[in-house]
C-alpha cells in the first residue's frame, strides 16, 4: 500500500512555479536546476504580466521580485492573494532593510530570500513548501512501520507501571501523529493493537491496583490522591501561589494536541499519573482534590458523601481541598471556581484578573470536554460531528483556542504565575455491548456498577471485586461487589438489550479500567521568562 502511493505520487504531473523578476535573464540557472527536479518554471518581468498569468491558470507557488519597475512585489501582494487565496508565496528582494521584512511577514507571505541567492537555495525552499507535507509523511510512515513491527514482537506481559505509561503515551502520539498526517490506513493499523492492549491492562490492573493500595509506601506510580501534594504543593511551597486547573473527561491524545498551543507561553513538562478506580468524576476528581480513596472520604466527611446521586458527590470539591491543606498543615488561602456552561465562561473572562490575585491555590475545573463526551450520546448532531477519536480531538483543540482556559493561561503567563494542568479521568470509545446479571440494588452506571451478585455474563469483559477494601471504596453492604468494565464494552441488562444497545452503541464512555480512562496527563506549565 505504501509502496503504490508513492508511486502514484512521483507520478504527479510537474508542480508549476511562477518567478516575477524584473532580471529575468539572470535566472536561467535557476530554471534549468528546477527543470532537471521535475519542476516546471515560467517567469514574468513585472507584477501586471503577472496577475495576468494567474488570472489564464493556476501555480503551485509564486517567487516574487520586491523591487521592481511599476508596482513593487508587496504592493502586488493583495491582487495576487485575490486571484489565489492559497498560493505560496516566497518574496525574493535585495533588501535586507527590517521594515521589509516586517512588512513582508505581516502580510503572511510563506518564505523570505535575500539576494543574491543559489540554485539550490531556492530549491531548497520550494521543495520544503511543494513537497514538505509528502516528505515528512513519508518518513512518518517509514518510521511507524518499524516501530510497528517491534511493538507487535514486545508483548505486554513484562510491562510494569512504567512500561505501560511509556507504552500508552507512545501509541497516543503515534495515534495524533497518523491521524494528522491523513496516514489512515496506518492509523487503522495502529488501532488493531488496542484489543490486545485492552485485554492486557484489564489484567495487569487486576492484580497491581489491589496491591498498590495495599502497599502505598511500595513501588507504585502516583494516584489521583498523590496529584495535589506531589505536583502542586511544591509550585505552592516556592511562589507562595500556584494556579491548579482539572480539564474533567481530558485523555493523553487530547492532551498531546494542545501542548503545541502552550509552548509559545510555557515551558511545558508533562508525565502522567493513574486514575483511582472506578475512572469516574465522583470518586476520581473528589480524590484529586481532598488527597483521599473515596471510603476514606465517606468516612472523614460523611455529610459531604452520603447516600446521594453521584452527579451531586462534586459539591464539596474546595471543602475537602482545604481540608486536605489543613491535614498537611499547610496555610494558604484556596480560591475555587467551576466552568460548565459559557455563562461561567464569560464570567471569568469579566473577572480574571482577580480570579488569580494574590497569593495561595486558585483552583479551576473546566467541564467542556466531559459535558461533550455525555452530551455526544444524547445529540444525533454532535453523535455526528464527534464520530470519533479524530473528531473529538479536533473538536477539543477548536474549543480551546477560544476558551476561557486559554485566557487564562495567556494570563497566568503574563503575570509569570506557574500552572499545573491535569485531568480526573479520560473516557473510551466503547462499541461492545456486555450483558450484565445484578439484583435490584445495582447502581446504572454503564462502565462501573455496585451491587449484590452482580456478573458479566463473559469475565473478560469486566473486572469483579468483591470486597469494597480492595478498591478503598465506601462500603455498600456486606455483599456488594464492584463490576468495572474492560476494553470498550459497556453494560447492558439481558431486559433492555437491545434498547441499551442501539442507544449507547459508540458512545464515549468513563468508569472501566482501560489505559485511555486510568492513564492520565499532569503538567507544570512555567511561564517564559
Not at 530549491?123 to 510497528?148: D, N
Not at 471510603?295 to 459539591?315: C, H, K, T, V
Not at 479524530?390 to 474549543?399: E, F
Request: hydrophobic letters at 40%; proline letters at 5%; charged letters at 25%.
Amino acid at each position: 500500500m505504501y509502496v503504490n502511493r508513492v508511486a502514484s505520487d512521483m507520478a504527479q504531473p510537474a508542480k508549476a512555479i511562477l518567478w516575477v523578476d524584473d532580471e529575468a535573464d539572470l535566472l536561467e540557472p535557476h530554471r534549468i536546476l528546477l527543470a532537471d527536479k521535475g519542476y516546471q518554471v515560467e517567469t514574468a518581468t513585472n507584477a501586471d504580466d503577472a496577475l495576468e498569468l494567474l488570472r489564464r491558470k493556476p501555480y503551485d507557488l509564486l517567487l516574487l521580485d520586491e523591487q521592481m519597475p511599476g508596482t513593487r512585489g508587496l504592493d502586488a501582494y493583495k491582487s495576487i492573494r485575490e486571484l489565489q487565496p492559497t498560493l505560496p508565496v516566497v518574496m525574493v528582494t535585495k533588501s535586507e532593510e527590517d521594515a521589509t521584512l516586517k512588512e513582508a511577514i505581516g502580510a503572511n507571505v510563506r518564505e523570505y530570500l535575500v539576494k543574491p541567492v543559489t540554485p539550490r537555495q531556492v530549491l531548497s525552499v520550494i521543495t520544503r513548501i511543494l513537497e514538505g507535507p509528502l516528505i515528512r509523511s513519508q518518513a512518518l510512515a517509514r518510521a511507524f512501520v518499524e516501530r510497528f513491527r517491534a511493538i507487535e514482537a514486545d508483548r505486554y506481559a513484562s510491562l510494569d507501571w512504567r512500561g505501560w505509561i511509556d507504552r500508552f503515551s507512545e501509541l497516543m502520539q503515534w495515534d495524533v501523529d497518523l491521524a494528522n498526517a491523513g496516514e489512515l490506513g496506518l492509523h487503522e493499523s495502529l488501532r488493531g493493537l488496542y484489543p490486545d492492549m485492552h485485554r492486557e491492562f484489564a489484567t495487569f490492573m487486576k492484580t497491581e491496583y489491589p496491591r498498590w493500595l495495599r502497599e502505598l509506601e511500595g513501588d507504585r506510580p502516583p494516584l489521583s490522591v498523590d496529584v495535589f501534594s506531589e505536583f502542586v504543593l511544591p509550585v505552592l511551597a516556592r511562589d507562595k501561589k500556584a494556579i491548579f486547573i482539572v480539564i474533567d473527561c481530558l485523555r493523553v491524545d487530547q492532551w498531546r494536541v494542545l501542548e503545541p498551543l502552550l509552548s509559545p507561553l510555557f515551558e511545558v513538562e508533562t508525565t502522567h499519573y493513574y486514575s483511582i478506580l472506578p475512572t469516574a468524576t465522583p470518586y476520581a476528581r473528589n480524590a484529586l482534590f481532598s488527597g483521599l480513596f473515596p471510603g476514606e472520604i465517606a468516612a472523614r466527611f460523611p455529610d459531604w458523601w452520603g447516600e446521594r446521586d453521584d452527579e451531586s458527590l462534586n459539591a464539596h470539591e474546595r471543602d475537602l481541598l482545604v481540608a486536605q491543606l489543613e491535614e498537611l498543615q499547610i496555610k494558604a488561602p484556596v480560591r475555587y471556581q467551576k466552568i460548565t456552561s459559557a455563562a461561567d465562561s464569560d464570567d471569568l473572562d469579566r473577572h480574571l484578573p482577580g480570579a488569580i490575585a494574590g497569593e495561595g491555590i486558585h483552583a479551576f475545573v473546566f467541564n467542556f470536554v466531559d459535558l461533550l463526551t455525555h452530551g455526544r450520546s444524547e445529540s444525533n448532531i454532535l453523535f455526528e460531528v464527534a464520530r470519533d477519536e479524530i473528531a473529538m480531538r479536533a473538536l477539543t483543540k477548536q474549543w480551546f483556542e477560544r476558551s476561557s482556559l486559554f485566557t487564562l493561561l495567556r494570563e497566568a503567563s503574563r503575570r509569570n504565575i506557574s500552572v499545573v494542568v491535569t485531568s480526573d479521568h479520560g473516557a473510551l470509545h466503547c462499541n461492545t455491548p456486555a450483558t450484565v446479571f445484578a439484583k435490584r440494588d445495582a447502581t446504572a452506571n454503564l462502565r462501573y456498577k455496585f451491587g449484590e451478585d452482580i456478573r458479566a455474563e463473559r469475565p473478560d469483559h469486566a473486572l469483579l471485586f468483591s470486597n469494597s477494601d480492595d478498591l478503598r471504596l465506601p462500603h455498600r453492604g456486606h455483599n456488594s461487589n464492584t463490576l468495572l468494565a474492560a476494553g470498550d464494552t459497556f453494560f447492558v441488562y439481558p431486559t433492555k438489550l437491545r434498547e441499551y444497545q442501539s442507544r449507547y452503541r459508540g458512545s464515549f464512555l468513563h468508569g472501566g479500567v482501560t489505559p485511555e480512562e486510568c492513564i492520565l496527563p499532569v503538567a507544570l506549565l512555567t511561564p517564559k521568562r
